[in-house]
């Protein structure tokens, strides 16, 4: 590993050979990012940026820790890969499953593995239809998501997600999803009386099946709390009334945990702070810290039993259970246990809110929120009627990156924050100055989002 590099060269050669998603031919800047460790990046100029995202929000134990590189190593010096197919498996997948089983709702029964969370929501949307298909309801196809939802990049999971450039340029989609408003109540103008938000959300979910009717849906798929839409906590009542109302009428509810699982909620899963037990969990991001791709869908014992009777789930991935995978997912499971990161969440997030409430004071912040360790800043054009700035919030993540080295993510409506767990408090304080340096020095509401808009990067996921 070079000490040195050549970050002109690099950028160069980046520029010749990289296809990246959601990067315009305009952008020329690379930010070529060389090392980490905690929550300090180093890229190839010698610059330091302080992660506030944890990478893609999957940085759970901070980078650079030796005790999953050695256990990487290790796996791949004894079985670097062994599939999962058929009746082959080994060591280190059941020993994963397992713990995976044991840390889940008592309905858990079984593990699918994956290579990440689009495939995860790819094979939990089979299994769904599936689960309905072999149970003698073929005509259960529709799927239920969410306004500010993302699930993934392939067909069926771009298109369950709110995301407009999955769907521009790319038809046909796959068809029979119906997109329901989010629990957002800011943006509903109901921040103040979250119940009232249930109310109205869960008439519009009541509405929504009557008219397709539900004997033709298959299943809900919903984030505990909405990740790129925002950082959104629903209201407190929100999941359980919506697991009420889809038990009442057979619909399957899809966890999407990708974001909120593995400690980012001080849970090892979401939906145990949520007070609901949903038939089928996506993982991945948190799982292994994003230290190897890896992803899982967790199946109830109901599901399971219907999905792998006969000739068994017949969809598979080469790299379905990878050992060491597998492997680095249980040394991260031990460094959030044995470090008590599940505590972290709250505790660090606790902290980082009383910090950005002292943002309130700039007229473009609408409103600043915390729930574990995701946080927003809603950044507005009008106070008054919550007018989202004209351009979203990119160009001033981009802002606050250069000026300060602080990363946090841009989005259509908010800038959004999610951390290592490992974030300390003083580290936690870094980021909120950052922000009322930058958030402060920008003079106009209406004019921020279109700074420097002929380099802003395209809005990714
Ligand atoms: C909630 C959620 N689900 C699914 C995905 C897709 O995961 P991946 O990018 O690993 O395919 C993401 C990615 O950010 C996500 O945030």
């Not at 820790?65 to 999962?84: C, F, H, N, V």
């Not at 196809?141 to 999971?157: D, M, N």
């Not at 060491?324 to 991260?332: E, K």
């Amino acid at each position: 590993m070079p000490t040195t590099y050549d970050s002109q060269a690099l950028a160069a050669a980046d520029r010749a050979h990289l296809l990246h998603p959601f990067l315009p031919a305009s952008r020329q800047g690379r930010t070529v990012m060389v090392e980490g460790r905690g929550c300090r990046l180093r890229d190839a100029q010698g610059r330091e940026y302080l992660d506030a995202t944890a990478g893609m929000w999957l940085c759970q134990v901070g980078h650079g820790r030796p005790e999953i590189a050695d256990a990487a190593a290790g796996q791949m010096r004894r079985l670097e890969y062994s599939t999962a197919f058929w009746d082959f498996t080994h060591d280190r997948a059941i020993t994963l499953a397992q713990r995976l089983v044991r840390l889940s709702h008592p309905d858990t029964a079984r593990v699918y593995f994956t290579s990440g969370g689009s495939e995860g929501t790819e094979t939990a949307l089979r299994m769904a239809r599936n689960y309905h298909h072999r149970r003698g309801e073929p005509e259960r196809t529709w799927i239920l998501t969410r306004t500010g939802a993302y699930h993934g990049a392939g067909y069926a999971s771009g298109e369950v997600s709110d995301f407009p450039l999955y769907a521009t340029g790319f038809g046909p989609q796959p068809g029979h999803v119906h997109r329901l408003t989010a629990p957002y109540p800011y943006a509903m103008g109901l921040a103040s009386a979250p119940e009232k938000a249930t109310d109205l959300l869960l008439e519009e979910m009541e509405s929504a099946i009557a008219m397709i009717g539900a004997h033709r849906i298959a299943a809900l798929i919903g984030e505990p709390a909405l990740a790129l839409g925002g950082m959104v906590a629903p209201p407190p009542d929100y999941w359980p009334r919506v697991a009420r109302l889809l038990h009442r009428h057979g619909i399957l509810l899809i966890m999407d945990e990708v974001v909120t699982a593995f400690g980012r909620l001080g849970h090892w899963f979401a939906a145990e702070r949520m007070g609901v037990r949903p038939d089928l969990t996506i993982l991945s991001k948190g799982l292994t810290s994003g230290y190897f791709p890896l992803g899982a869908v967790l199946l109830t014992g109901r599901l399971a039993d219907v999905l792998g009777a006969d000739g068994g789930f017949p969809v598979g991935y080469t790299y379905n259970g990878h050992p060491t995978g597998c492997a680095v997912a249980l040394a991260n499971l031990d460094i959030i246990e044995g470090e008590g990161l599940l505590d972290a969440a709250d505790r660090t997030g606790a902290h980082l809110a009383a910090g950005l409430r002292s943002l309130h004071d700039i007229p473009m912040v609408g409103e600043t929120r915390q729930y574990g360790l995701m946080a927003a800043v809603e950044l507005v054009a009008d106070r008054t009627t919550r007018t989202p700035l004209p351009e979203g919030t990119y160009a001033i993540a981009d802002l606050i990156r250069d000026r300060t080295g602080v990363l946090v993510r841009g989005g259509p409506r908010a800038l959004t924050l999610a951390p290592p767990l490992v974030m300390t408090e003083g580290e936690a304080d870094e980021v909120v100055s950052a922000l009322a340096d930058v958030l402060s020095s920008i003079p106009a509401p209406a004019a921020a989002g279109r700074a420097h808009r002929s380099t802003t990067l395209v809005p990714g996921p």
